[in-house]
Nanobody, 123 residues
């Protein structure tokens, strides 16, 4: 299984981000997907998750600002964000649940991880 994340970069406060993550080597449409992030000196945290049947969860700190979506025809999960804040600065990781047809926000269930992409929110 491979997850290839792209996007990110330097964003001004109040700006937007657009991340994508293409998966290969798994039955993508059957797996829940998630975005996590890890800021310097902090633990990894969940940002948002989308189930195999399009249930969606957002953590409070991104609710209303970020949108997770998926395109099963392209084996790709997306994360779009707006009104970015300096505290959104982190390495963002996409992840796939280790088993098909499960819906969870427990990070231990996400067994496949992308390489991470840096998002820096700064003027």
């Amino acid at each position: 299984v491979q997850l290839q994340a792209s996007g990110g970069g330097l964003v001004q406060p109040g700006g937007s981000l657009s991340l994508s993550c293409e998966a290969s080597g798994l039955s993508f449409s059957r797996h829940s997907m998630a975005w996590f992030r890890q800021a310097p000196g902090k633990s990894r945290e969940l940002v948002a998750a989308i189930s195999f049947d399009n249930a969606i969860f957002y953590e409070d700190y991104v609710e209303g600002r970020f949108t997770i979506s998926r395109d099963n025809a392209k084996n790709t999960v997306y994360l779009q964000g707006s009104s970015l804040k300096p505290e959104d600065t982190a390495v963002y990781y996409c992840a796939a649940a280790g088993r098909p047809s499960i819906w969870t926000i427990n990070d231990s269930a996400y067994k496949y991880w992308g390489q991470g992409t840096q998002v820096t929110v700064s003027s």
